[in-house]
């Protein structure tokens, strides 16, 4: 399994922006699709992003399309989420997840950090 940590979260005003980064231990980081999901409290975990090994492809939940993108840097072992026009709503602990290409499970999880939009 790889190791996540991530960064970057914190205390924004609403229609900011903020750049989360998760980085991966281990040597086969390009073997991995990588995915952001958020908890919010009271809320169960949902998926927010996802980007495939190479990059190519990356998929968004409805409700950030346009203002999240996600992106990768295989040669640093790190995945990026950018955030931009946040709304309150978007509050959550935001957690980095990997998933082995064979595989439809996200088995790697990272600690999670906290974004917290104010309006």
């Known amino acids: 399994q790889v190791q996540l940590v991530e960064s970057g979260g914190g205390l924004v005003q609403a229609g900011g922006s903020l750049r989360l980064s998760c980085a991966a231990s281990?040597?086969?980081?390009?073997?991995?699709?990588m995915g952001w999901f958020r908890q919010a409290p009271g809320k169960e975990r949902e998926f927010v992003a996802a980007?495939?090994?190479?990059?190519?492809?990356?998929y968004y939940a409805d409700s950030v399309k346009g203002r999240f993108t996600i992106s990768r840097d295989n040669a640093k072992n790190t995945v990026y989420l950018q955030m931009n026009s946040l709304k309150a709503e978007d509050t959550a602990v935001y957690y980095c997840?990997?998933?082995?290409?064979?595989?439809?499970?996200?088995?790697?999880w990272g600690q999670g950090t906290q974004v917290t939009v104010s309006s």
């Open positions: 997840a990997a998933r082995l290409r064979t595989s439809s499970v996200f088995s790697s």
């Open positions: 980007i495939w090994w190479s990059g190519g492809s990356t």
């Open positions: 281990g040597r086969t980081f390009s073997s991995y699709v």
